[in-house]
């Protein structure tokens, strides 16, 4: 059974940095992209960014480029989502997910976790 494992959310002030880390189990990802996601109260979901696992290629939306780092650690099965200069609008549930394809549809979803920052 395939599950992704979401941690490191929680409170932070604007301007400062927190990391998520995606931690991906059930079966073998490396022909997968991995992608994080985000849904603010009363908005709707948007990408943020994704890294493909083989090769290692990222895409970052353009609200966190420049201030948001993708990485991956294949032998942990672990992506991280590095953020830096955080603003209150980036105040979302974040949410991992994988996909085998290359569209906009994931097969599989993390159960999210709550990043907030304050002013």
């Known amino acids: 059974q395939v599950q992704l494992v979401e941690s490191g959310g929680g409170l932070v002030q604007a301007g400062g940095s927190l990391r998520l880390s995606c931690t991906a189990s059930?079966?073998?990802?490396?022909?997968?992209?991995m992608g994080w996601f985000r849904q603010a109260p009363g908005k709707e979901r948007e990408v943020v960014a994704h890294?493909?696992?083989?090769?290692?290629?990222?895409y970052y939306a353009d609200s966190v480029k420049g201030r948001f780092t993708l990485s991956r650690d294949i032998p942990k099965n672990t992506v991280y989502l590095q953020m830096n200069s955080l603003k209150p609008e980036d105040t979302a549930v974040y949410y991992c997910?994988?996909?085998?394809?290359?569209?906009?549809?994931?097969?599989?979803w993390g159960q999210g976790t709550q990043v907030t920052v304050s002013l």
């Open positions: 997910a994988a996909t085998a394809g290359t569209g906009w549809n994931y097969d599989y």
């Open positions: 059930g079966r073998t990802f490396s022909n997968y992209r």
């Open positions: 890294i493909r696992w083989s090769g290692g290629s990222t």
